[in-house]
C-alpha cells in the first residue's frame, strides 16, 4: 500500500451486515457474478470483524484496523496509524500520522469522500456525523438509507455523479457504506410481505440485488486510472441462530466476516 497510495484512486466499500456464510453460500453457487469476476479465485476470504455493530467497526477500520484474517497473526496490515510497538506494521503499511485513514489520505493529496447507508452515516445528529465528518465530502439522502428499496442503485448514482465532477487528476478515496443487507430487507425477496420480515433468505436476495449493481460503482471508480478496491462486512448479523437477532453481540455469524481487495483496471477488467 505505500506504493500504491499516490498512484491510484481508492475505493472502499461495506456491505453492511453481510454474513459471511451468505456470500460465501452465493459466490459458490453463481448467484453474484458481478462480484464473484473480481474476488481473488472467485471467492471470499473468511476474516474476523474488528466491531460486533457499525459505529465500532468502522471507527476501528477507518483507523486502519480491517477485518483479520482467521489463521495466527500477526498480519500484516495495508493501513496503520503511526504508533510506537505496532505488531501489524509492515514495510510496505502505508502509515498515516493523522488518527484517522480519510484524513490520513487527504494529508497526501486525496480528496475523500464518503456516501453513507446506514443511520450512522445519516448526518442527522451529533452521532450520525461522525463517520461522515472524517471525510472532506460527504453524502446522505433517504434513498441511501435502509428503508429504501432501490438504495443501493442510489448510492451509486451520486458515486458516478462525484466522480464525474472531480478534476481528472485528482486522486480520489471513495467509501461507500452499502445499507442494502440492513435489515429490513425482505422487500428484496419477490413477493414477501412486511408481516413475514427478514430472514437468512432476504439477506441473501439482497446481496443479489447489491450484485446486479455493483458494475456500475467499480467502472466508475476505475474510469480515471487504475482503482485499488477493498470489499468487505463490517460485522454479520443473526437470523435466529441459537436464539439471536441482529447484532452487537459475540456470535459467530457476528463476528465472522467476507473480505476481498483487488485492483480494477480501467476498462473494467479486475487483476
Not at 489463521?71 to 502509515?95: C, D, I, K, Q
Not at 442527522?124 to 434513498?143: D, I, K, T
Request: glycine content about 12%; hydrophobic content about 40%.
Amino acid at each position: 500500500m505505500s506504493e500504491i497510495v499516490g498512484s491510484h484512486d481508492l475505493l472502499f466499500v461495506t456491505l453492511d451486515t453481510l454474513r459471511h456464510d451468505v456470500a460465501r453460500e452465493l459466490a459458490a453457487t453463481g448467484r453474484i457474478p458481478h462480484l464473484a469476476r473480481h474476488l481473488p479465485g472467485g471467492r471470499w476470504e473468511e476474516r474476523h470483524a474488528p466491531g460486533s455493530f457499525t459505529y465500532a467497526s468502522h471507527q476501528a477500520m477507518f483507523a486502519g484496523f480491517l477485518p483479520t484474517p482467521v489463521g495466527p497473526g500477526p498480519h500484516p496490515r495495508l493501513f496503520a496509524a503511526r504508533f510506537a510497538g505496532s505488531e501489524s506494521t509492515a514495510p510496505g503499511t502505508f502509515v498515516f500520522d493523522t488518527p484517522d485513514l480519510p484524513s490520513g489520505l487527504a494529508a497526501v493529496g486525496y480528496h475523500t469522500v464518503c456516501i453513507g447507508g446506514v443511520g450512522f452515516f445519516n448526518k442527522q445528529g451529533a452521532l450520525g456525523s461522525v463517520l461522515p465528518g472524517l471525510f472532506r465530502e460527504s453524502h446522505w439522502e433517504p434513498e441511501f438509507g435502509v428503508a429504501s428499496p432501490t438504495s443501493f442503485e442510489a448510492q451509486v448514482a451520486r458515486a458516478e455523479q462525484v466522480i464525474a465532477g472531480l478534476d481528472p487528476e485528482q486522486r480520489l478515496f471513495l467509501f461507500v457504506n452499502v445499507s442494502a443487507l440492513h435489515q429490513p430487507n425482505w422487500f428484496h425477496t419477490p413477493g414477501a410481505t412486511r408481516e413475514a420480515g427478514d430472514s437468512r433468505a432476504t439477506h441473501a436476495a439482497a446481496l443479489e440485488y447489491v450484485d446486479a449493481h455493483i458494475g456500475r460503482l467499480f467502472a466508475a471508480a476505475s474510469s480515471r486510472r487504475r482503482c485499488f478496491a477493498i470489499v468487505c462486512s463490517d460485522h454479520g448479523t443473526a437470523y435466529g441462530d441459537d436464539g439471536h437477532t441482529g447484532h452487537r453481540i459475540g456470535h459467530e455469524c457476528v463476528w465472522t466476516v467476507p473480505y476481498a481487495h483487488f485492483f480494477l483496471e480501467p476498462g473494467g477488467t479486475t487483476s
